[in-house]
């Protein structure tokens, strides 16, 4: 099958499915067909002043019912069309790959996007947690990360061991016909991870690339590059070979209209000239006429941040009130999951499924936080 895009009746771009004479569909052409059908639809939804709604669920709420997703929907009713997951705690943590497969077939299955970041523990350092948010702040000098990045050494060993282990969720998922929008090495230009503020990051970019994509043969990935803020030295970490799909910033400021946004997508734009732009992390939700003026593909909401009344203190300049986020999806532009092209999400959910899940589908969520 091919794609076209229609223009709906709701003034945005639909993906039609066109009948083509062919071969037997094998499991990588339906790959193939599905992670060009997610590019396509992510770059014409700009074109059509359309953005789709995320939110992140991350590793300590995989386990649980009532999860930021679940939370969300209490709050506005809508479920995302955008599904935030995290690839840390797959190694060490042997419950976990179960869980997060299990929320991201039941997203697939809907007809939903799946975003993976990947908050890899330094791969040289003892980590007591075994692996834990911590454990990917713990720093790693200039020469340490080039003997990472040195076939032979032991540091290359402990790096590629940490990659072929956490790729394994990612041939699971490939296997059930998913297709992943991943987001490695983030927020590169801060200093808070042991990937930031590195020369070599473009080096560690293809590498990763290379071991997936080449070496592992995952082409169920979409690539995103994603940055902290505005990112004025952006292209100093901007991949040398191996270029994005997608490029995006994370933005945690107190004012929700920062011009910080416009300033990231002109710094990543001209690097990434064919990728589309997206904000892929975010605290207080943007206003209606920001998001006209950046024109993101999609936003994805922190789920810690949705609601300031789930902070113990109430003290989170980040964080949303109720109201905020309900008004969000309200406006004309948003997308939430129910509201993508029906072809487009069959054609996701194609030969996906999750028969038996292991949460509770539509769990009743409290008003309050106990």
Not at 118 to 127: D, F, G, K, T
Not at 128 to 143: D, F, I, L
Not at 219 to 229: A, M, P, T
Not at 330 to 353: C, E, N, Y
């Amino acid at each position: 099958m091919r794609f076209a895009g229609l223009l709906g009746a709701a003034g945005f771009v639909a993906l039609a499915l066109i009948p083509s004479v062919a071969a037997p569909k094998t499991l990588t052409t339906e790959i193939k067909g599905k992670r060009a059908a997610i590019l396509s639809y992510l770059a014409e939804l700009p074109v059509q002043k359309k953005t789709l709604a995320g939110v992140q669920v991350n590793e300590y709420e995989a386990y649980i019912d009532c999860t930021s997703a679940d939370r969300l929907k209490t709050l506005t009713g809508e479920r995302p069309a955008v599904l935030g997951l995290e690839l840390m705690n797959t190694i060490a943590y042997p419950p976990y790959p179960a869980y997060l497969i299990d929320r991201a077939l039941t997203q697939s299955a809907a007809g939903g996007l799946v975003t993976m970041s990947w908050h890899q523990r330094n791969p040289v350092e003892i980590c007591p947690r075994g692996e834990y948010y911590e454990c990917a702040k713990k720093a790693m000098n200039a020469e340490t990360l080039k003997a990472v990045l040195t076939a032979g050494t032991r540091e290359n060993a402990l790096w590629l061991a940490d990659v072929r282990a956490m790729a394994k969720v990612l041939h699971k998922l490939r296997g059930e016909g998913v297709v992943v929008l991943l987001r490695p090495y983030h927020e590169m230009n801060g200093n808070w991870f042991w990937w930031g503020k590195q020369d070599a990051l473009p080096e560690l970019w293809d590498a990763l690339y290379d071991e997936l994509v080449v070496k592992e043969k995952l082409d169920n990935l979409i690539w995103i590059f994603s940055v902290d803020r505005e990112a004025p030295d952006a292209a100093r970490y901007f991949p040398k070979r191996h270029k994005p799909d997608l490029v995006g910033t994370d933005m945690y400021e107190p004012d929700p209209n920062t011009p910080k946004f416009a300033a990231a997508k002109t710094n990543l734009t001209k690097l990434g000239e064919s990728a589309s732009f997206a904000i892929t992390e975010v605290g207080l939700v943007p206003g209606a006429k920001l998001l006209d003026e950046i024109n993101p593909s999609y936003v994805l909401l922190w789920g810690d941040n949705l609601n300031v009344g789930w902070t113990w203190n109430g003290e989170c300049p980040a964080c949303n009130k109720p109201e905020q986020v309900a008004a969000f999806f309200k406006l004309p532009r948003i997308l939430a999951l129910d509201a993508l092209p029906p072809a487009f999400r069959s054609t996701l959910a194609a030969h996906v499924s999750n028969p038996s899940p292991l949460h509770k589908p539509n769990p009743i969520c409290p008003v309050k936080l106990h």
